[in-house]
């Protein structure tokens, strides 16, 4: 597999938000969102991130089969971040995980995570062959857990100050029914990036 055919260069729209893989361009807002500590308390790895760490990540994630990089646009403008992670190619993988923050912007609304949640999940399960998504949560942020419960996640035993969530794709599909009367666009596609540049947005 040419690693240009990956999912992880693909970009996707659906939900109100648009899914565009991570550019150079966006490290400087990434950075800034992944540091700040409302963000930077609640991830498994709390540590600073400098440039030099940042721009070595990127390289290296251009490189890689086993995972994507999303940046969140919502009214033509960064909203937050998005990846979803394999053991292998994640075309081939069963089991997914991933994650997702919101960025510091003067765009956000309150279904933003849901949005941002249900994209993501629909990429794992129609746009990739997963039969299983989990992801990390912080054992004290109970609005995230609210939410993941709301979509059909189910939790594992807490393990120190993290819940494991997982779900399937019949659970998935059963739960978001309810959330589609809230977007008017309730679906997730492809779509084409335009060759002109975005404005450096952050």
Not at 25 to 38: F, V
Not at 170 to 196: A, G, V
Request: proline share 3%; net charge positive; charged share 30%.
């Amino acid at each position: 597999m040419n690693i240009k055919n990956s999912v992880s260069n693909m970009s996707f729209k659906g939900y109100g938000v648009e899914l565009r893989p991570v550019a150079i361009t966006d490290l400087l807002s990434l950075r800034r969102w992944r540091n700040n500590p409302n963000v930077r308390g609640k991830m498994v790895n709390k540590s600073y991130i400098t440039p030099k760490q940042q721009r070595i990540w990127y390289e290296g994630t251009k490189k890689k089969y086993d995972q994507a990089h999303w940046v969140v646009w919502y009214k033509k403008k960064r909203a937050g971040y998005i990846t979803i992670k394999g053991e292998g190619k994640l075309e081939l993988q069963k089991k997914l995980s991933g994650g997702m923050y919101s960025g510091h912007s003067d765009v956000k609304h309150r279904l933003l995570g849901y949005a941002m949640q249900i994209i993501m999940l629909d990429i794992a399960f129609n746009y990739l062959s997963a039969s299983t998504f989990k992801g990390p949560v912080q054992k004290a942020n109970s609005n995230v857990r609210k939410l993941l419960r709301q979509l059909g996640f189910k939790e594992s035993s807490p393990k120190g100050e993290f819940v494991w969530t997982t779900i399937k794709p019949s659970d998935f599909k059963k739960e978001r029914k309810k959330f589609d009367r809230y977007f008017d666009d309730p679906k997730c596609e492809l779509f084409r990036e335009s060759t002109k540049l975005l404005k450096n947005n952050s």
